[in-house]
Nanobody, 117 residues
Framework: QVQLGESGGGLVQAGGSLRLSCAAS????????MDWYRQAPGKLRELVAR???????DYVDSVKGRFTISRDIAKNTVYLQMNSLKPEDTGVYYC???????????WGQGTQVTVSS
């Protein structure tokens, strides 16, 4: 049974930092891709960052140079370090995966990030 649980959200002033965590169970980090998505009020959910089974990372242009996705395979946890936060980073951040062999979508419950100007 795959389960994802996010934590670390909160209220921060523009220019500040937060680190989100996603604790996962039922998946193999060395084999499966892990993503962070976010959904701002009134907008579609968008992919923010991805880390592959091989450890390669990718980011949406708007967060490049400010956000860093990483993982701790021993702890089965994925992180999103967010620096130089902007008000437009406000939203609910979700952890996501599509593990083998079913490639079914799994989502966490989300964690709210609010950046004040």
């Amino acid at each position: 049974q795959v389960q994802l649980g996010e934590s670390g959200g909160g209220l921060v002033q523009a220019g500040g930092s937060l680190r989100l965590s996603c604790a996962a169970s039922g998946i193999d980090f060395s084999r499966d891709v892990m993503d962070w998505y976010r959904q701002a009020p009134g907008k579609l959910r968008e992919l923010v960052a991805r880390i592959t089974s091989g450890g390669s990372t990718d980011y949406v242009d708007s967060v490049k140079g400010r956000f860093t996705i990483s993982r701790d395979i021993a702890k089965n946890t994925v992180y999103l370090q967010m620096n130089s936060l902007k008000p437009e980073d406000t939203g609910v951040y979700y952890c996501h995966t599509r593990p083998r062999p079913t490639y079914r979508n799994y989502w966490g419950q989300g964690t709210q990030v609010t950046v004040s100007s």
